[in-house]
């Protein structure tokens, strides 16, 4: 049986919709347990410079709906050095906390897994971030909102491209993986998406032209992975314009605002089962792993597994948007 008594819990890295659900439900399955709660403001900034608040079943009430973070978020290069995580560490042991929940995407869940050795100390990692790029969970938290977010901006710019006959590049965010570009695609029944996981198997772009895509259509609408790798909107964009100059190029990027937003009800889900499975982890003496959901199940996924950064994408879905877009 689990003898933490107080639990730390922070934000950090890129804020993802359903991280403010996922502070409600860690929250209030540590006081169902008996458990004491610190919020940490600003990641593991708040942690070394000890912004850190009591926190009662009231600072997590009306927030499930929101947005962002009520515990902010920031990025902290102090706790990339020795010095600044034992600070961080001699902090814990000033304020009681015995354990943390960290909710972040890679990066996070890397600071926790460097800690958490270094110090012997248990930490719980939630995938918080939009980019789903985590490995051991099929969905992390913010994911589908953003999705959702992608699928109405889409929308709205293929009035204006079928209006004008158009070829639209629209960037969307995921760092170095095309989940958001190869669902949005789907979803939003574009006509293909260039995703880092398949550019360097082959030119997507060329493919797409080659295929004689827009041959029948009054307008198409190409989704692109943010990343080096596609070389982003501008980069495919700058590409067409000098291999294929018959084509009237436009490019949009979505940006910041596929992060914000109420999150959409699988998230909220998705955040709250988390959230409750981060304590239940801990009362059962796990430590050093991240939450997951895997076939609608709980998983513990220990931290080095889950940063390897390979999350595969499934190839059933580029067949998917291939044979749905002719
Ligand atoms: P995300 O969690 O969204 O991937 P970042 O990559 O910015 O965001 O990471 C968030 C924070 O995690 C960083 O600001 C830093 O404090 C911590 N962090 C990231 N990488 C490391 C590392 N290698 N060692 C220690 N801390 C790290």
Redesign the pocket.
């Known amino acids: 049986m689990s003898t933490t008594k107080r639990i730390g819990i922070l934000t950090?890295?890129?804020d993802?919709p359903g991280m403010n659900a996922a502070i409600r439900a860690v929250t209030r399955a540590a006081i169902y347990n008996g458990i004491r709660v610190k919020g940490i403001y600003r990641?593991?900034?708040g942690l070394v410079t000890g912004e850190i608040e009591e926190f009662t079943n009231h600072h997590v009430s009306n927030i499930v709906q929101r947005g962002g973070t009520i515990l902010k978020t920031?990025?902290?290069?102090?706790?990339?050095t020795p010095e600044g995580?034992k600070l961080a560490y001699d902090r814990l042991v000033e304020e009681g906390i015995d354990a943390l929940v960290t909710i972040?995407?890679?990066?996070?869940?890397?600071?926790?897994r460097?800690?958490a050795q270094e110090f012997n100390y248990p930490i719980i990692g939630l995938p918080?971030?939009i980019?789903n790029d985590l490995y051991g969970t099929d969905m992390t938290i913010g994911y589908d909102t953003a999705l959702n977010t992608i699928m109405e901006c889409v929308d709205k710019i293929r009035d204006t491209a079928t209006s004008h006959e158009r070829l639209f590049f629209i960037e969307v965010m995921g760092?170095d993986a095309g989940f958001l570009a190869l669902n949005g695609a789907i979803a939003s029944g574009a006509e293909a998406a260039i995703i880092p996981e398949t550019s360097l198997e082959k030119d997507q772009l060329a493919e797409m032209i080659e295929n004689g895509f827009r041959k029948s259509k009054n307008s198409s609408i190409v989704l692109v992975a943010e990343s080096d790798v596609t070389g982003g909107a501008m980069g495919v964009a700058e590409r067409v314009k000098k291999e294929y100059p018959q084509f009237d190029v436009r490019v949009s990027i979505l940006g910041h605002l596929q992060r914000g937003g109420s999150p959409t009800a699988q998230d909220r889900i998705l955040a709250t089962r988390m959230g409750i499975a981060a304590i239940e982890a801990l009362l059962d003496d796990q430590r050093n792993v991240m939450i997951g959901i895997k076939n609608d199940q709980i998983t513990y996924v220990p931290f080095s597994q889950a940063i390897k950064k390979d999350k595969p994408i499934n190839h059933e879905l580029l067949n998917t948007l291939r044979v749905s877009s002719i």
Do not use: N, P, Q, V
């Open positions: 950090s890295g890129g993802a990641g593991y900034k920031a990025r902290c290069l102090e706790f990339k995580r972040g995407g890679d990066g996070t869940l890397t600071g926790a460097i800690f918080g971030t980019d760092r």
